[in-house]
């Protein structure tokens, strides 16, 4: 299985799942980081790591779709099977999702469906919540919505700020994405089944004949 990490920032997941590809000796490759920040810290690693990367400018086409058609057909090049988002923060739109409908995944640093979005580590403390979490999840149209792979608790402590919090929830992030990541591509989740599920249960009762 060939996979490819989108990212836009630091890219510690990145190399997390970079690390344990090749640590664990996987059944797959991690074979290109696409990233849509031309500065970001992701393509550092990339480079250390000696894994492929290209970024983009999303800002540059005209459109979602025009940006898209052109990962596409670097995807395609690099024959990748799966899309891991790692911190990419940007919503997938048609293009990309028709492509790999039920083969990307994403991870998202709160117990969902609470607090998606791009601040869910920040809205987590302001809420006062005693614990958020890590979830690992399918992607669809929506915003952090697609059917759930794989959850985890993390405590919220007395005196966190956003930097403490946010580095609790990678050391669990680190540990659970490349595990459910290998589960995905040895086969072991049926992932249409989870996906036609979810369409099922977002279908309007009115649109069923
Ligand atoms: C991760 O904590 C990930 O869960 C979060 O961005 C961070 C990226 O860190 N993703 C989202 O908030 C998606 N909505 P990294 O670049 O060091 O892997």
């Known amino acids: 299985m060939r996979i490819a990490v989108f990212a836009s920032g630091s890219g510690s997941n990145f190399e997390s799942l970079v690390k344990a590809s090749r640590e664990q000796g996987w059944p797959g490759e991690i074979v290109l980081l696409v ?25 540059s ?22 899309i891991v988002l790692a911190g990419y923060m940007r919503l997938i739109g048609p ?15 709160s117990l969902l469906p609470a607090f998606p979005g791009k601040h869910a580590v ?3 403390l302001e809420k006062g919540v005693k614990w ?16 759930i792979l794989a959850q985890e608790p993390v405590p919220v402590k007395d005196g966190d700020d956003e930097t403490l919090l946010t580095n609790r929830i990678q050391t669990v992030e680190h540990r659970l994405y490349p595990e459910v990541v290998l589960r995905l591509i040895r086969g072991e989740i049926d992932t249409d089944a989870l996906m036609k599920q979810r369409e099922e249960q977002t279908t309007c009762p009115s649109d069923v004949r």
């Open 35 to 59: 990233c849509d920040r031309p500065g970001a810290k992701a393509l550092e690693r990339a480079e250390r790591l000696k894994v492929p990367a290209r970024s983009f400018v999303p800002k």
């Open 61 to 82: 086409y005209p459109d979602k779709a025009a940006y898209e058609a052109d990962v596409l057909h670097l995807l395609q090049e690099y024959r990748v099977d799966w």
């Open 95 to 109: 293009t990309l999702l028709t492509a790999y409908y039920g083969r990307i995944v994403n991870i998202h640093p």
């Open 122 to 124: 920040r809205q987590a």
């Open 132 to 147: 958020t979490g890590v979830t690992v999840h399918l992607v669809d149209e929506g915003m952090d919505t697609g059917p």
